[in-house]
C-alpha cells in the first residue's frame, strides 16, 4: 500500500472503534448502519488484499493445505446455516449470495476461495441477531474471519503475480474509493449532531484525521476530486487562509494567504508552515464553491480531501 492508504487504513479502524464506543448517537442517525457495516467490510477486505500484496513468495505446503481444509469446513458449516436462515424467511437475495456447495468451495482457486469465504462470513454477521437459533454467534464468525485471514497469509504472492502482477494493487484503489465515499456519507450525518453533541463531534473530527507517515517535513497535501466520477480534478483555485489571520513569513511571502492550483492528479503540496488551524477555499469555473478547515501539526503530514461538485 502506498503510504497514504497506510494512513487511511489506520485512520478507518480508530474511527470505527471510536463509532463502536459511541453506538447510543450513532443509533439517531439516519442509514448510519448501512454505511458503517460496509465500511467494517471494506477494512476486512483491505487488509486481506494487503495481505495478498505483501505475502512472501513461497509453494503450496502442508500447513496450507490444512489451513485451506479448516477454512473450507468452518466456511460451508456457516453456510449451510445461513441458507437455511434464508430459505425459511424466503431472502432470495441472501441465498444467492450465501449458496454454496463444499465442492464449489473445494474447487475454487485460492483467491477466489478467499472472495467466497469473505461474502459468507460478512453476510452471517450482518444478519447475526436472526441466527442465533441456527447455531451462528458472533464468536463462529469471529472463527471463521480469523481463518480466512489465516490461509490468505499463506497464499504464494507468486501465484498473484503470474496472473496479474497488479492485481492486489488496483483491487486496493477500488476498495480505499469505496472506503472514501462511505466515509463522506457517515461525515455528513456526524454533521448533523455537531450542536447537539459538540464533545463527541470534535473527537471525532480529531479521529477522522488521515496521518499519512515517511513524508518528511511536508505537512499538508490537498487532494481535489469530482464528486460524480470520483476522478482528480486539476487546475482547482486552492487559497490557504489562517484562522488567526497570521503566517509565517517564510510560508507566504509576507502575504495574508497562500493561492495554488491543483496539478493533473489533483494534489497540491504545502511545505513549512505553521502550526494552527487553516480554511481552505476551492474554486473553479463550472463548479461550487468548497469552504473547509484543517488542522496542520508539526511532524505530521494532513491530508484534505476536497469534492467538488458541478454548479
Avoid at 65 to 76: C, P, S
Avoid at 129 to 151: D, E, K, M, P, W
Amino acid at each position: 500500500m502506498t503510504s497514504y492508504q497506510e494512513g487511511y487504513e489506520k485512520m478507518s479502524l480508530a474511527s470505527v472503534t471510536y463509532l463502536n464506543a459511541n453506538a447510543t448517537i450513532t443509533a439517531t442517525l439516519p442509514n448510519f448502519a448501512g454505511y458503517f457495516t460496509t465500511v467494517q467490510t471494506t477494512n476486512t477486505q483491505i487488509q486481506a488484499a494487503q495481505v495478498q500484496q505483501e505475502a512472501d513468495k513461497s509453494g503450496d505446503t502442508t500447513a496450507k493445505k490444512q489451513l485451506r481444509a479448516t477454512l473450507i469446513a468452518q466456511a460451508i458449516d456457516v453456510s449451510r446455516r445461513v441458507v437455511a436462515y434464508a430459505t425459511n424467511v424466503n431472502n432470495s437475495a441472501l441465498l444467492a449470495l450465501v449458496n454454496y456447495t463444499e465442492s464449489d468451495l473445494k474447487k475454487a482457486s485460492d483467491q477466489k476461495l478467499v472472495s467466497s469465504c469473505q461474502v459468507i462470513r460478512d453476510n452471517a454477521n450482518t444478519n447475526v441477531a436472526a441466527l442465533a437459533t441456527y447455531g451462528v454467534t458472533a464468536a463462529i464468525i469471529t472463527t471463521l474471519q480469523t481463518s480466512i485471514t489465516n490461509f490468505n497469509n499463506s497464499i504464494p504472492k507468486g501465484r498473484v503475480d503470474t496472473t496479474d502482477s497488479g492485481e492486489a494493487t488496483k483491487l486496493l484503489a477500488s476498495l480505499f474509493k469505496t472506503l472514501s465515499a462511505n466515509w463522506d456519507k457517515i461525515d455528513t450525518l456526524v454533521e448533523m449532531v455537531r450542536t447537539s453533541q459538540p464533545n463527541f463531534y470534535n473527537e471525532y473530527i480529531k479521529v477522522r484525521k488521515v496521518i499519512e507517515t515517511g513524508t518528511g517535513s511536508l505537512p499538508l497535501k490537498i487532494k481535489a476530486t469530482n464528486a460524480q466520477t470520483g476522478e482528480p480534478e486539476a487546475n482547482v483555485t486552492l487559497t490557504l487562509t489562517p484562522a488567526n489571520g497570521l503566517m509565517k513569513a517564510a510560508a507566504t511571502n509576507g502575504k495574508s494567504n497562500i493561492v495554488k492550483k491543483t496539478a493533473t492528479g489533483g494534489g497540491s503540496n504545502y511545505k513549512s508552515l505553521a502550526d494552527g488551524t487553516y480554511t481552505v477555499t476551492a474554486t473553479k469555473p463550472g463548479f461550487k464553491d468548497v469552504i473547509m478547515t484543517v488542522n496542520v501539526v508539526n511532524g505530521e503530514l494532513t491530508v484534505l480531501e476536497i469534492k467538488m461538485e458541478k454548479s
